[in-house]
Nanobody
Framework: QVQLVESGGGLVEAGGSLTLSCVASGRTASTYAVGWFRQTTDEEREFVASIALGNGRTGYADSAKGRFALSKDNEKNTVYLQMNSLKPSDTAVYYC?????????????????WGQGTRVTVSS
């Protein structure tokens, strides 16, 4: 099993930046990609971005393109989500997740391991 721990959330003003971290431990060798999702109260988890750990290929939701950027440090088993130009609509709990699949990275149901989430609040 893979264990994931997110950090870096907090309160920021609109237009500000935050960097979220996702540290993986356990059986990380089987992980193909790490995805970031966010969730607000009573809504389904929304895909934000994903990165393949081998070739570094990334994918972004339209809401994240041009503002968010993924990076990884394989030696530290860590994936980073740099979030810039934050908006109040970005307010949510952000989760990272790990998948062994090389497809369907926008679908929460294809991820087998999840972190506990980190809260991001963007004030107007």
């Amino acid at each position: 099993q893979v264990q994931l721990v997110e950090s870096g959330g907090g309160l920021v003003e609109a237009g500000g930046s935050l960097t979220l971290s996702c540290v993986a431990s356990g059986r990380t060798a089987s992980t193909y990609a790490v995805g970031w999702f966010r969730q607000t109260t009573d809504e389904e988890r929304e895909f934000v971005a994903s990165i393949a750990l081998g070739n570094g290929r990334t994918g972004y939701a339209d809401s994240a393109k041009g503002r968010f950027a993924l990076s990884k440090d394989n030696e530290k088993n860590t994936v980073y989500l740099q979030m810039n130009s934050l908006k109040p609509s970005d307010t949510a709990v952000y989760y990272c997740a790990a998948t062994t699949r090389d497809y369907g990275h926008t679908l929460p149901r294809l991820y087998g391991a999840w972190g506990q989430g980190t809260r991001v609040t963007v004030s107007s």
